[in-house]
């Protein structure tokens, strides 16, 4: 013992000395941890220099020389000392120990936990390339194109397919290191940056993909779509220069039973041109969409003018539309024409025979019947005359050919027709003429007063009639306003007739003899001024009763304003019963002129 107790300053400063080491050794190391376990991400470079770092310490401290040797020494210099200064050491050394001993398994789990982030950081490296490489193939599968026609999408899709064919021949590759990552990050010591990595990693190869994809698909739709585009286009143009020519296909037809079936045809032929053009066009437009999404500005508007320029030549259906809504009014107005053709044509015999019984009667005229008879002849020639002319209007404005190709043997057959009977008839007027002109002026003013008296006979009946049966009692104001409209127009008639009349009895006047006219007029004078006296009680009647029933109205109105809003009403409360009183009055007055409407005027 002389040797320790002689060094005793010497030892127990080496004993201190490599106690503070030990103590230094382990801050470091904790150090060393506290950054290693930092929620922190470094650079695999600068956590290489840390994981050195920390296993270095790591293995520095897990020698238990220093340890024992400090143990052991501990007993040596303090064999000879009191029990103070032992327990004084002795707690020391025993925190010192404590410390290591709880250090060591945290040591432990930073090296496990050091080693993930090292596999980590590792991978990362691994995986950055990749993921450059990733970036880069996004960037090319999404740039920025455009194409112009057919062959640069063809061109487009042959370097999109190179893209996924990289892709494709990459896909082992990225696969194992997704994989790969998959296994780290499942490790309960790997560093949440890892999980990030992988899942973007995943991410951008699963979109890089998909973008890739979708692009590729869209250029085949481009492409798809010019090929589209240009046959539908070429078929529209083919199908319009039909619809065309069946535009000008449609024409008059002069016959009343091919004419018809024509114009049932046409209307089929018409639907299927309209469903075919509003097809293809449908299916050019379709493709302009898709094709303009990858044009450039000027192209864009070029393909917008032929689209453009085929919408409106599709107007071709509205014109053809049109066309035969024409050819079906002129259909029926054909008919109708024709119809009044065999009309005058089955007169012009009729009065062909009528003017052969007046030059040689079968039978002696008696009186006035041989002037008569060729006055009436001569009107109705004058009325047949007056029809052809209003027929030969339609046929000038609605009915004749406008067209090449429309002057058909059908459509000279029917003007040729209307030329015969107008000269028949022309011929037949020239010849009444000549045998009226055998009779004076006598016979002029007896025919201006027959004419008079066949046009006032059937108005009178009717209107005696109207008087006999009464005018219809209105049942409101809407009602009792028509009735005015009615009576007045009745009045207006009959102020008409009468002058109609007159007229022919001032020609009769003009007469040697006119006891007859003279006769007859009186006859109907006096039948007149009945209906005339009834036509002015009526219009009085009614425009009073208008009157009543308007002040009724206008009496109510101001009542129910009055009861709705008394405030807002300038009569009095008062004066409601007054009001309601005159309503009364109005009513039964109202009434009686009702009643009394049909009653004969004295």
């Not at 290591?100 to 040591?107: Q, S």
């Not at 005339?532 to 101001?558: G, H, I, P, S």
Request: glycine share 2%; hydrophobic share 35%; aromatic share 6%.
């Amino acid at each position: 013992m002389a040797f320790w107790q002689e060094n005793f300053a010497f030892i127990k400063d080496v004993y201190d000395t490599r106690s503070q080491k030990m103590v230094e050794v382990m801050d470091k190391t904790e150090d060393c941890m506290k950054e290693v376990l930092a929620d922190k991400i470094y650079t695999s470079n600068d956590f290489a220099k840390l994981k050195d770092q920390f296993t270095a310490f790591a293995k520095n401290l897990e020698q238990s020389e220093v340890k024992d040797w400090l143990e052991s020494t501990k007993e040596t210099l303090m064999g000879d000392r009191d029990a103070k200064a032992r327990g004084d050491e002795d707690d020391k050394l025993q925190a010192l120990l404590d410390r290591y001993n709880a250090l060591l398994p945290k040591v432990n789990d930073t090296k496990l936990v050091c080693d993930s982030l090292w596999k980590a950081y590792k991978f990362t490296d691994e995986l950055s390339p990749s993921m450059e490489w990733l970036v880069e193939k996004k960037v090319m599968a999404t740039r920025d194109i455009n194409s112009n026609s057919a062959a640069e999408t063809e061109e487009l899709i042959e370097r999109q397919e190179k893209v996924i064919d990289q892709l494709d021949k990459k896909r082992k590759t990225i696969n194992e290191l997704l994989n790969k990552g998959t296994k780290l990050k499942d490790d309960p010591k790997s560093p949440a940056f890892l999980a990030r990595e992988v899942a973007s990693m995943r991410s951008q190869w699963e979109e890089t993909n998909n973008l890739a994809m979708d692009r590729l698909d869209r250029l085949k739709a481009n492409m798809e779509s010019w090929e589209t585009y240009e046959k539908k286009k070429n078929d529209l143009f083919e199908k319009l220069v039909g619809a065309d020519q069946e535009l000008q296909n449609i024409k008059k037809i002069y016959d009343l039973a091919s004419g018809p079936e024509d114009l049932k045809n046409r209307l089929k032929t018409a639907a299927s041109i309209r469903k075919n053009l509003s097809e293809i066009f449908a299916a050019v437009s379709g493709a302009n969409d898709v094709v303009q999404t990858l044009l450039t500005e000027e192209m864009k508007a070029e393909l917008n003018e032929q689209v453009d320029e085929l919408k409106g030549r599709m107007e071709v259906n509205e014109q053809i539309d049109e066309k035969i809504k024409k050819i079906d009014e002129f259909n029926s107005n054909l008919k109708e024409y024709i119809k009044v053709l065999e009309e005058l044509e089955k007169w012009v015999v009729d009065g062909r025979k009528r003017m052969d019984e007046l030059v040689n009667p079968e039978a002696k005229f008696v009186g006035e019947e041989r002037v008569l008879a060729t006055m009436q002849l001569g009107d109705d020639l004058r009325e047949q005359l007056e029809v052809h002319d209003a027929q030969q209007q339609k046929w000038d404005d609605n009915l004749c050919p406008e067209e090449s190709g429309e002057d058909t043997p059908e459509c000279q057959s029917i003007t040729s027709r209307m030329d015969t009977v107008k000269g028949t008839l022309e011929e037949l007027n020239g010849e009444v003429e000549a045998e009226a002109s055998k009779y004076g002026e006598d016979v002029k003013h007896l025919a201006d007063f027959t004419n008079s008296c066949k046009k006032f006979d059937p108005w009178v009946n009717k209107a005696e009639t109207k008087v006999k049966s009464g005018m219809k009692k209105p049942e409101s104001l809407e009602e009792a306003n028509e009735v005015v409209e009615e009576v007045k127009t009745f009045q207006e008639n009959c102020v008409n007739m009468k002058r109609l009349l007159d007229d022919g009895k001032e020609s009769a006047d003009q007469m040697s003899k006119h006891d007859e006219p003279d006769k007859k007029y009186a006859d109907y004078v006096a039948r007149w001024n009945i209906v005339n006296k009834m036509a002015e009680a009526w219009t009085k009647r009614m425009d009073e009763l208008v009157k009543m029933w308007e002040k009724q109205a206008a009496t109510a109105e101001k009542v129910n304003e009055a009861l709705a809003a008394p405030a807002d009403s300038d009569i009095k409360i008062e004066d409601l019963d007054g009001l309601l009183a005159n309503m009364k009055q109005m009513f039964i007055d109202k009434q009686k002129m009702v009643d009394g409407l049909n009653a004969t005027p004295s």
